[in-house]
């Protein structure tokens, strides 16, 4: 099921969380809302669900106006952070619930409804725990109970507002992995709320990026981590060192650090901001020719956060170097280096700067 919101506004009182939001969601497309709190992507999942209604603006599935339709009869399937379960029922009790509510007329038959919920037993790999209580069950078996529960009644598009928020960061990774085979499998329109970068650069096929309200990008995992539009979605990515710099005649001039993926840039004479990961920052040791000094070292399982005092100014720049390397490489604190960088992007007043063709 496609779904198109057009131009969505909402306002809690005279603060605006909605500023006309315009997004085409494709059938069986799995979109994360990334953005950090307040920036209107809950609010947005909720108006989907029919929890929240907006103050102007339509959100069209087959040709109809979503916003007319009553919540139960929308098909949808939702997930929350805190799972939401029924602590007096069973597991079992938990799933069929949204099937036993139904009226008269669309009521499965009992035995259908426990056939349906053996089978999301089995398809959330929790096989023979139908007779237990939530309490009695981990966070990561009762997100799942909640999930099986949100696909009980077999909906079209499958809301999930943060549903791994509240756990742990080993238990986090399997789920969102067990969740992109389940979205694959059942063929579903899932729409799910995070903040969490890396979960959405992992399971998402596009990425909608909101501030304040507004969209301020939308592509690919890809795309919106190679070529982040705004310094903005930038930082927001992760870590990120933020250089000053001069432009001068279409060459970028920095201190210490070669930037040939900036050869040639249309942008005019001004200063701007170099933006590098510090994953794409390659160091070296050296003699008295070097750069740079090694100023602190910070262990991360394999990788190593390495900050680097640049000469001549008071530049900090923070590099991820692997342990391996810096070892061999005899790298450590104090250690005068050489710094290149493999990649950087350079916006000019918050807008990104473009090669020449």
Known sequence: MGIDIQQLGKNFGKQPVLRGVDLTIADRELVALLGPSGSGKT????????????????????????LNQPPQLRKVGLVFQHYALFEHMT????????????????????????????????LMELAGLGQRYPAQLSGGQRQRVALARALAIEPQVLLLDEPFGALDARVRRDLRRWLRSIHDRLG?????????????LE????????????????????????????????RFLGGVNEIPVGVFAGRVQVDGIEPRFLS????????????????????????????????????????????????????????????????????????????KARHGRLYQNDVACTAQP
């Open 91 to 122: 597991i079992a009790e938990n799933i069929a619930f949204g099937l036993r509510v139904r009226d008269r007329k669309t009521r499965p038959s009992d035995a259908t409804i426990m056939a349906k919920v053996e089978e999301l037993l089995s």
């Open 264 to 339: 040639s840039l249309a942008t005019a004479n001004n200063g701007a901001t170099l933006f590098i990961r510090p994953q794409d920052i390659d160091v070296s040791p050296a003699a008295a020719d070097g750069i740079a000094t090694i100023q602190t070292v910070s262990f991360l399982g394999d990788q190593a956060r390495v900050e680097l005092a640049m000469d001549g100014d008071e530049t900090i720049i923070e590099a991820e170097l692997n342990r391996v390397q810096m070892r061999d490489d005899k790298l450590d604190r104090g250690q005068r280096v050489h710094v």
């Open 188 to 200: 579903m329109t899932t729409v799910f709320v995070t903040h969490d970068q890396e979960e959405a």
């Open 203 to 234: 399971i998402a096929d596009r990425i909608v990026i909101l501030n304040e309200g507004q969209i301020v990008q939308i592509g690919t995992p890809e795309e919106i981590y190679d070529h982040p539009a705004t310094p903005f979605v930038q």
């Open 43 to 66: 609010t947005l999942l909720r108006i989907l669900a029919g929890l929240e209604w907006p103050d102007r603006g339509d959100v069209v599935v087959n040709g109809q106006s979503w």
